[in-house]
């Protein structure tokens, strides 16, 4: 199972938004709703900020949004604030029964 | 406070086998299933396996299906991994974590445990 496609890095300064894309095939994000995104600082854990293509778990900030349009989930962030830079992975369920990430994107707040 | 919490870690040969754990608490551990993750040092996420409630139904990446078991042990809230047939590409931080309801979003990580394969 190959690893979703992600924009490396992307950019943004503070209270604008960005949008983080996730691309992958029908066998994984474009057959299921199953598409998850994660939040991970340096050293630390990763944090699901998006379940189920779009639900935002309790105590997400509402800055965080997700969406899927065929085979490619996005991740927007609006009202970009400095706290928010850290690495982002989006991942699916896949026809194999199984998970998939995305290789991680780095967010930059300049 | 749910919490979970990875053990089991070290230095390995390649070759060898190790038993990580993760021990939960906080939360009704029998009604969740949990996955493992891990990242190689300046790397991704990596899935690599996943158990459900009961532990009757598992499921491995292709690159742990063989070498890799997961179970879980729900009278003592403990996930378990067991490695064998270690290879240096298994050198990773391994995280366990809670699947919020069947859905494959991890809601609740441990701090992770590091393992590394080296002679």
């Known amino acids: 199972q190959s690893a979703l496609t992600q924009p490396a890095s992307v950019s943004g300064s503070p209270g604008q938004s960005i949008t983080i894309s996730c691309t992958g095939t029908s066998s994984d994000v474009g057959g299921y709703k199953y598409v998850s995104w994660y939040q991970q600082h340096p050293g630390k854990a990763p944090k699901l900020m998006i379940s189920?293509?779009?639900n935002r778990p309790s105590g997400v900030s509402n800055r965080f949004s997700g969406s899927k349009s065929g085979n490619t989930a996005s991740l927007t962030i609006s009202g970009l604030q400095a706290e928010d830079e850290a690495d982002y992975y989006c991942s699916s369920y896949t026809s194999s029964s199984t998970l998939v990430f995305g290789g991680g994107t780095k967010l930059t707040v300049l | 406070e749910v919490q979970l919490v990875e053990s089991g870690g070290g230095l390995v040969q390649p070759g060898g086998s190790l038993r990580l754990s993760c021990a939960a608490s906080g939360f009704t551990f029998r009604s969740y299933w949990m996955h493992w993750v891990r990242q190689a040092p300046g790397k991704g996420l990596v899935w690599v396996s996943r158990?459900?409630?009961?532990?009757?139904?598992?499921g491995y990446a292709d690159s742990v299906k063989g070498r890799f078991t997961i179970s879980r042990d729900n009278a003592k809230n403990t996930l378990y991994l067991q490695m064998n047939s270690l290879r240096a590409e298994d050198t990773a931080v391994y995280y366990c974590?809670?699947?919020?309801?069947?859905?494959?979003?991890?809601?609740?990580w441990g701090q992770g445990t590091t393992v590394t394969v080296s002679s």
């Open positions: 158990i459900n409630s009961d532990g009757s139904s598992t």
């Open positions: 974590a809670r699947d919020q309801t069947v859905n494959y979003g991890m809601d609740v």
């Open positions: 189920e293509v779009s």
